[in-house]
């Protein structure tokens, strides 16, 4: 029995890492034509703080999402720079 559970552990450790694993792609509808836009998850440095998202719509419009601290997230969406960098 004790090896069957060992080797169930290794199992439970990877869902259990991928569930707190951001999502890498959401897909929202476009502001401007209302068509799906995927939007994918921006690099940041290890911060915790916000979880970025931007993706351009067919349309040619920028959509942009974000998860975490409110205010570094509405710096995120209301930002006009393509290079936006969260900064302590």
């Known amino acids: 029995m004790s090896g069957a559970k060992m080797r ?3 199992l ?3 869902i259990w890492n ?3 694993k951001p999502a890498r792609f959401l897909t ?3 502001d401007k034509c209302a ?3 995927k939007v994918q998850l921006q690099k940041v440095s290890a911060c915790s703080h916000i979880r ?3 993706g351009i719509c067919a349309c040619g419009e920028i959509k942009r999402h ?3 601290n409110p205010e570094a997230v509405k710096s995120f969406v209301e930002s006009n ?3 936006w960098h969260h900064h302590h």
């Open 8 to 10: 169930a552990f290794p």
């Open 12 to 14: 439970f450790t990877n």
């Open 18 to 20: 991928n569930m707190n």
């Open 28 to 30: 929202f509808k476009c």
């Open 35 to 37: 068509k799906p836009v």
């Open 52 to 54: 970025p998202y931007q």
């Open 66 to 68: 974000a998860t975490g």
């Open 81 to 83: 720079e393509l290079n």
